[in-house]
């Protein structure tokens, strides 16, 4: 049996070592962070009301307005109130006046908190002002601007996670199937499933029925969670352990848009379609997987290749990063990444040229604030980190 490389079996030697160092801050945030946060931090946080009435419909919108309030957040805004949905707007840095001034036509409460447990921090929040006063909700959404949404031309995201008819419902998932290295493409073998230890639905889009809301261990998750300002430790307690959470509960759970039959569809796909959908595959932070796609793109490679290839990438990264032309043109997907504008330069350039060729305001909105941000990465290198995206 072939080993692996060196580097990977160094890697695997290391991390014991790495996690048992890390145990003690871990431990102490999961017992006491949310104390913390309740105890000392929250006397920073600010609540303020909106011209919007509350009804049976609540959205919260979890901003990082580092730029400032921008035009693409006034557009999720209205899109929100057009569906009836009274929204909580909590934002992780204090805003002006004239920003709150544009904001309070536009949502029912407003929540100034410390950038404290990244967005789900936030989203915490949002969730116990809601819990605490509102005492009949049929359906809950969070929401957060690490994505640009509703993209124009896209289908009506709200309407369809309601027809689901299901007690959660995601706009997408991750890592339902294992990840691939990039060496190992070929071997790929598509098969998502819910049961992955690591799946999860992705947090910055999510619906919540009565069932749920009504549930006292509902309110439990979120009054206990464990806040942190650790990224990762937060995606594996947030994004995995709420959805791991709903599943283990027995609620119905789904996305509005299924991977399970991905490589079908890929497959269907024309010669000339499959190599268009891999030029445009956006692979932020893989070196490995973005130097395959240009070695396989270079050297004219098979149509199966490829297609093992996109496979590959959604495997390792998330369909939502991975193939936001592909998932916006065959099905309507509502949503656009911003972090791989800061994340590599061909992120970028493949998130800019997806942008140009979107309709209405919004698609020249993201072209401003897509330079702002690729601007803003090079001046501060750990924009990514403190804008806690998930």
């Known amino acids: 049996m072939k080993l692996p490389?060196?580097?990977?079996?160094?890697?695997?030697?290391?991390?014991?070592?790495?996690?048992?160092?890390?145990?003690?801050?871990?431990?102490?945030?999961?017992?006491?962070?949310?104390?913390?946060?309740?105890?000392?931090?929250?006397?920073?946080?600010?609540?303020?009301?909106?011209?919007?009435?509350?009804?049976?419909?609540?959205?919260?919108?979890?901003?990082?307005?580092?730029?400032?309030?921008?035009?693409?957040?006034?557009?999720?805004?209205?899109?929100?109130?057009?569906?009836?949905?009274?929204?909580?707007?909590?934002?992780?840095?204090?805003?002006?006046?004239?920003?709150?001034?544009?904001?309070?036509?536009?949502?029912?409460?407003?929540i100034e908190r410390p950038n404290f447990g990244y967005d789900f921090g936030g989203y915490r929040d949002g969730v116990m002002k809601v819990l605490e006063t509102q005492s009949h909700i049929e359906r809950l959404v969070l929401l957060n601007d690490s994505v640009w949404f509703p993209l124009p031309g896209s289908t009506d995201w709200l309407e369809q996670a309601e027809q689901r008819q299901l007690d959660f419902v995601g706009a997408a998932s991750n890592f339902g199937h294992p990840r691939v290295d990039a060496k190992d493409f070929k071997s790929i073998q598509w098969s998502y499933s819910t049961s992955h230890k690591n799946f999860h639905y992705c947090s910055y889009a999510l619906m919540f029925s009565e069932r749920i809301l009504s549930d006292v261990q509902f309110r439990n998750f979120w009054k206990r969670f464990p806040l942190t300002n650790n990224k990762k430790v937060t995606v594996r307690r947030g994004e995995?352990?709420?959805?791991?959470?709903?599943?283990?509960?027995?609620?119905?759970?789904?996305?509005?848009?299924?991977?399970?039959?991905?490589?079908?569809?890929?497959?269907?796909?024309?010669?000339?379609?499959?190599?268009?959908?891999?030029?445009?595959?956006?692979?932020?932070?893989?070196?490995?997987?973005?130097?395959?796609?240009?070695?396989?793109?270079?050297?004219?490679?098979?149509?199966?290749?490829?297609?093992?290839?996109?496979?590959?990438?959604?495997?390792?990264?998330?369909?939502?990063?991975?193939?936001?032309?592909?998932?916006?043109?065959?099905?309507?997907f509502a949503f656009l990444k911003k972090s791989p504008c800061w994340l590599n330069d061909r992120a970028y350039e493949l998130t800019v040229d997806f942008a140009k060729g979107l309709d209405g305001e919004l698609g020249p909105a993201i072209l401003r604030e897509a330079a702002q941000l690729r601007q803003q990465r090079k001046l501060d290198p750990v924009l990514h980190t403190a804008r806690g995206e998930l």
């Not at 991905?262 to 796909?269: G, K, Q």
């Not at 024309?270 to 396989?296: M, N, S």
Request: charged fraction near 20%; include cysteine; aromatic fraction near 10%.
């Open 5 to 110: 490389p060196f580097w990977k079996i160094a890697r695997e030697l290391r991390r014991p070592f790495q996690q048992l160092r890390m145990l003690p801050s871990r431990m102490g945030t999961f017992l006491f962070g949310h104390h913390y946060y309740d105890c000392v931090l929250a006397r920073q946080t600010r609540c303020r009301t909106g011209k919007l009435q509350a009804g049976s419909k609540v959205a919260i919108y979890l901003i990082f307005p580092q730029n400032g309030l921008l035009a693409s957040h006034l557009t999720a805004l209205r899109y929100l109130n057009s569906k009836g949905y009274a929204t909580i707007v909590v934002s992780n840095i204090q805003l002006n006046e004239g920003e709150f001034g544009k904001l309070k036509d536009l949502c029912w409460q407003f």
């Open 240 to 332: 995995i352990g709420l959805s791991q959470w709903v599943i283990s509960h027995g609620f119905t759970h789904g996305s509005t848009l299924e991977l399970d039959n991905l490589d079908r569809e890929i497959s269907a796909l024309g010669e000339k379609e499959i190599r268009k959908a891999a030029e445009q595959t956006v692979i932020p932070e893989r070196p490995r997987l973005l130097e395959l796609k240009e070695h396989l793109l270079t050297n004219d490679a098979s149509t199966q290749d490829l297609r093992d290839f996109i496979l590959t990438a959604v495997s390792s990264q998330g369909v939502s990063y991975a193939l936001p032309a592909l998932m916006h043109e065959r099905e309507g």
